[in-house]
């Protein structure tokens, strides 16, 4: 007799066809044939919610066409794909995959992955391994030929050279100098002599005794300052035609000499050609410039806000006015244009109005 109850599914399963066929997991199990697993079986990779199979011939992947560990007897290609294992080839020879045979290895090389002088992957007694090629261990005075296979005589690759590698010689003999991986018999100009070889001098040096003790420019519009050479002289110095010497103090920058100020240390602000603690009557700092109040005024805070007038004007909202107008008065004490008294409309003090 058929009942029509619900059933519960089996542990992890959220969606069944019956007690034992799940058809969708929750989200900590994965869908595996039919049944919900903590974790997909070998050759198999969760995504969304199942176990799908890996690539042919993949014990782990990270997707199914990317195998991360082959089965065994199997190679990883590199490319997420596997296949046979062939490569058993002795040593000094590498797996052709073109040939399908053992090919030999480029003779310094005891083990190889290709036929090239950088296919080395290790090297030989007496070798040296560096960047895929086997060098063999030359004595002092000698390099390397990679060419011939042999050690070879420094002094008869390169002129005067003691030791060298390959491309260059590295240390000359006894009085000369390395220049560019070739010997000279001096240092040739905008380089000095330090320990057998010819170092730059600094930017636009023409003789020096260090890289950072210039004695001489590369011409008269450079300027020698301080042992280094420069276009331009720095900030509080000036060019007086030969070399750059201090400006005052309290300057930032000037020119030509040593008071004639263009612009200021902060807080001093510029006045004409010199930096003062605080702009005179008459004007006031804008930007660290002393710049002039407006028309009439002798002390303001900006060009619109005086709080001071010259003699015979009077201070109203930040202007000078020769008389003040109606419901004003003339202060003369204070130079300034002060309200009557209401209801007093106009008034010659404030104590004596004219109008109400």
Same mark, same amino acid.
């Given at each position: 007799?058929?009942?029509?109850?619900?059933?519960?599914?089996?542990?992890?399963?959220?969606?069944?066809?019956?007690?034992?066929?799940?058809?969708?997991?929750?989200?900590?199990?994965?869908?595996?044939?039919?049944?919900?697993?903590?974790?997909?079986?070998?050759?198999?990779?969760?995504?969304?919610?199942?176990?799908?199979?890996?690539?042919?011939?993949?014990?782990?992947?990270?997707?199914?066409?990317?195998?991360?560990?082959?089965?065994?007897?199997?190679?990883?290609?590199?490319?997420?794909?596997?296949?046979?294992?062939?490569?058993?080839?002795?040593?000094?020879?590498?797996?052709?995959?073109?040939?399908?045979?053992?090919?030999?290895?480029?003779?310094?090389?005891?083990?190889?992955?290709?036929?090239?002088?950088?296919?080395?992957?290790?090297?030989?007694?007496?070798?040296?391994?560096?960047?895929?090629?086997?060098?063999?261990?030359?004595?002092?005075?000698?390099?390397?030929?990679?060419?011939?296979?042999?050690?070879?005589?420094?002094?008869?690759?390169?002129?005067?050279?003691?030791?060298?590698?390959?491309?260059? =010689?590295?240390? $000359?003999? /006894?009085?000369? #100098? @390395?220049?560019?991986? *070739? %010997?000279?018999?001096? !240092? &040739?100009? +905008?380089?000095?002599?330090?320990?057998?070889?010819?170092?730059?001098?600094?930017?636009?040096?023409?003789?020096?005794?260090?890289?950072?003790?210039?004695?001489?420019?590369?011409?008269?519009?450079?300027?020698?300052?301080?042992?280094?050479?420069?276009?331009?002289?720095?900030?509080?110095?000036?060019?007086?035609?030969?070399?750059?010497?201090?400006?005052?103090?309290?300057?930032?920058?000037?020119?030509?000499?040593?008071?004639? =100020?263009?612009? $200021?240390? /902060?807080?001093? #602000? @510029?006045?004409?050609? *010199? %930096?003062?603690?605080? !702009? &005179?009557? +008459?004007?006031?700092?804008?930007?660290?410039?002393?710049?002039?109040?407006?028309?009439?005024?002798?002390?303001?805070?900006?060009?619109?806000?005086?709080?001071?007038?010259?003699?015979?004007?009077?201070?109203?909202?930040?202007?000078?006015?020769?008389?003040?107008?109606?419901?004003?008065?003339?202060?003369?004490?204070?130079?300034?244009?002060?309200?009557?008294?209401?209801?007093?409309?106009?008034?010659?003090?404030?104590?004596? =109005?004219?109008? $109400?």
């Amino acid at each position: 007799m058929t009942t029509n109850n619900c059933q519960s599914c089996s542990s992890g399963c959220l969606t069944c066809s019956s007690a034992i066929l799940c058809t969708q997991c929750n989200t900590t199990t994965y869908l595996y044939m039919d049944y919900c697993l903590s974790s997909c079986p070998s050759g198999f990779v969760p995504i969304n919610g199942s176990c799908t199979a890996c690539g042919a011939n993949c014990f782990t992947c990270s997707s199914p066409t990317s195998c991360t560990l082959c089965n065994a007897g199997m190679t990883n290609n590199g490319d997420g794909t596997c296949s046979p294992t062939t490569n058993n080839c002795s040593t000094g020879y590498y797996y052709n995959s073109a040939t399908s045979n053992c090919s030999q290895c480029y003779p310094t090389c005891l083990t190889c992955s290709g036929p090239s002088v950088s296919n080395c992957l290790t090297c030989f007694s007496g070798y040296t391994f560096s960047n895929g090629i086997c060098t063999a261990d030359c004595n002092t005075g000698y390099f390397y030929n990679s060419t011939s296979g042999n050690c070879e005589l420094c002094s008869g690759a390169y002129n005067n050279c003691a030791t060298c590698n390959s491309t260059a =010689c590295t240390q $000359c003999s /006894t009085n000369y #100098s @390395l220049v560019n991986g *070739s %010997c000279t018999m001096a !240092c &040739p100009s +905008g380089t000095y002599l330090a320990s057998g070889q010819c170092l730059s001098c600094s930017a636009y040096c023409l003789t020096c005794t260090s890289s950072t003790h210039c004695t001489q420019c590369i011409n008269s519009s450079i300027i020698l300052y301080n042992s280094s050479c420069h276009t331009s002289c720095p900030t509080q110095t000036y060019n007086n035609g030969t070399t750059c010497l201090p400006c005052t103090q309290t300057c930032l920058t000037c020119t030509n000499s040593a008071t004639n =100020c263009s612009s $200021c240390v /902060t807080p001093y #602000s @510029l006045y004409g050609s *010199s %930096c003062v603690a605080s !702009c &005179p009557n +008459g004007t006031y700092s804008s930007n660290y410039i002393c710049t002039n109040c407006s028309t009439n005024c002798l002390l303001c805070t900006s060009a619109t806000s005086c709080t001071s007038c010259a003699n015979g004007f009077y201070e109203l909202n930040g202007t000078c006015r020769s008389s003040c107008p109606t419901g004003y008065y003339t202060d003369s004490a204070s130079n300034r244009c002060l309200a009557c008294v209401s209801p007093c409309t106009q008034c010659v003090s404030r104590t004596n =109005c004219s109008a $109400c």
